[in-house]
């Protein structure tokens, strides 16, 4: 049974730091491309960054660049976003993704608050 399971949310003031953490099961995992997404209350769920399987070339959605950093360990099946510089607009449930070809599994999500 393949599982996503992320960690790592909470809350944090304006400009602190964070790191998520998705764990996977189930899966092989160097083989999936992995992905970040955050959605808030009525939005559409946006891609935030993504990290190929084997060579892990990474990209990111415009309003992270230069903040967050998406990495993996294949070693131990987990994906993690380092954000920093947090503002209060990256407020939003996160969510990872695995995709191999037409297959693709979400996590759970895992809230993340930045406020004073």
């Known amino acids: 049974q393949v599982q996503l399971v992320e960690s790592g949310g909470g809350l944090v003031q304006p400009g602190g730091s964070l790191r998520l953490s998705c764990a996977a099961s189930?899966?092989?995992?160097?083989?999936?491309?992995m992905m970040w997404y955050r959605q808030a209350p009525e939005k559409e769920r946006e891609l935030v960054a993504s990290?190929?399987?084997?060579?892990?070339?990474?990209n990111y959605g415009d309003s992270v660049k230069g903040r967050f950093t998406i990495s993996r360990d294949n070693a131990k099946n987990t994906v993690y976003l380092q954000m920093n510089s947090l503002k209060p607009d990256d407020t939003d449930v996160y969510y990872c993704?695995?995709?191999?070809?037409?297959?693709?599994?979400w996590g759970q999500g895992t809230q993340v608050t930045v406020s004073s």
């Open positions: 990290i190929t399987g084997a060579v892990g070339t990474t």
């Open positions: 993704k695995a995709a191999w070809g037409l297959y693709e599994q």
């Open positions: 189930g899966i092989t995992f160097s083989r999936y491309r």
